[in-house]
């Protein structure tokens, strides 16, 4: 099986967190000051290169104003559109 990281799903997770974070508004450097890590952290996540956890994921989705269960919602929803 292939590496998460180098599959087509991995990269529409990618694409899901860089277009919520726009959607909400957030710069790189603000939404990263909110989970108190440097602004390289968001970009470091949003280029594939830094790999979340399910708590920091959380974390995340509610600094952008969302749940995780509506974050994962929206992935399934974009899953089935590729």
């Known amino acids: 099986m292939t590496k998460a990281i180098y599959r087509p799903e991995y990269e529409i997770f990618l694409q899901q ?12 450097a603000q939404c990263s ?3 108190g ?14 790999r979340l956890d399910i708590v920091q994921l959380r974390d995340l989705c509610l600094v ?13 929803q974009a899953l089935g559109a590729k």
């Open 17 to 28: 967190l860089k277009h919520m974070r726009m959607e909400s508004g957030l710069t790189q």
């Open 37 to 50: 890590r440097p602004q390289s952290f968001m970009s470091d996540v949003e280029r594939g290169v830094r």
């Open 33 to 35: 000051a909110a989970l």
């Open 64 to 76: 952008l104003g969302m749940d995780l269960a509506s974050f994962s919602r929206a992935y399934e």
